[in-house]
């Protein structure tokens, strides 16, 4: 025959072992009590009461994620299909937040199709109202519009979206195609533009550079002329200066000054003939027309005079 304590001691321990319980790490127990909702227990070896109390649901409050693959039309009836990720996990690990999870959805298969259909729709409703054009270049606008309209909708049933990130869009081949000839277009027009402006430049660029150097030769011309003509101006005054004092000696000597006009005559015409380099020149050679022309001088010297 058994012996009774035994039994009892067996009992108890079978009571105390079915009543402890582990609840792993990122996860939180949901306990009903005869079917109806009781308490959560946390993390790490929990009690619950033998036999009236069970483990409806372990809640995950770990970040999650799914793929999603669907089909949309934009305004102008073009044919968009996108490749998505999105990123969610429960809200917070507060009671409240709990109960929401594990009883809003009978489960976890009907929380990913609600979940699904919510963003497929959001994102439908944004992609019809825009034009096939338009897409590519409002990705970031497009997430943040579903963010926007479902963040409401997850939060009632205890979750929150953490990311949704739109990884491949892509159009009907003959979309693709006809996309593809508008970017060649575009660079074509773009290359030719470029083209245009760099001859522009290179014209005006050009145009100033023969500017700069007529301004350049015009400046040095004008600088040239002037220094030949404070040249030709020296040379006049040293030679009247010179001319004025031989005169002096000469009538400091008591002798004609016609001399002097004479040999500048002489030299006058010896320098024709050597400089003229075949150039036909006509002079009055007579004794008459060398008087006429010293008298013209004398005459211009005697004013000279007059005048200092």
């Not at 338009?134 to 009632?156: A, F």
């Not at 040293?238 to 004479?262: H, R």
């Amino acid at each position: 025959m058994e012996n009774p304590l035994l039994i009892a001691l067996g009992v108890i321990a079978l009571i105390i072992f079915s009543s402890l319980l582990t609840v792993t790490q990122g996860t939180i127990a949901v306990v009903t009590l005869f079917g109806k909702y009781r308490r959560i227990l946390q993390p790490g070896l929990r009690f619950k009461i033998p036999i009236i109390e069970q483990i409806y649901r372990r809640v995950s409050i770990q970040n999650q994620s799914i793929e999603m693959e669907f089909q949309a039309v934009t305004i102008d009836q073009a044919n968009v299909y996108f490749k998505s990720m999105l990123l969610y996990s429960v809200l917070d690990s507060e009671e409240e937040t709990i109960k929401k999870v594990a009883f809003k959805f009978i489960s976890n298969k009907d929380l990913m199709q609600a979940l699904i259909r919510t963003i497929e729709g959001s994102i439908r409703a944004y992609v019809a109202s825009q034009k096939q054009s338009e897409i590519l270049g409002r990705r970031h606008e497009l997430v943040d519009s579903v963010k926007n309209q479902i963040d409401n909708t997850l939060e009632m049933w205890g979750y929150h979206l953490i990311d949704l990130q739109i990884n491949d869009i892509t159009f009907d081949q003959a979309i693709i195609e006809s996309m593809s000839r508008v970017v060649a277009s575009n660079n074509l027009k773009a290359a030719a533009e470029n083209e245009g402006q760099a001859l522009l430049i290179t014209k005006t660029k050009a145009a100033e550079a023969d500017g700069n150097a007529t301004k350049i030769a015009a400046l040095a011309e004008k600088e040239a002329a002037m220094l030949r003509g404070q040249g030709v101006a020296l040379f006049r005054q040293e030679v009247a200066k010179g001319m004025s004092e031989a005169a002096d000696e000469m009538k400091a000597a008591n002798l004609d000054t016609n001399v002097i006009l004479f040999s500048m005559w002489t030299e006058a015409i010896k320098n024709f003939a050597e400089y003229g380099n075949g150039n036909t020149i006509f002079l009055d050679g007579s004794a008459e027309g060398m008087q006429r022309t010293m008298k013209q001088i004398q005459a211009m010297i005697s004013t000279k005079e007059k005048d200092a």
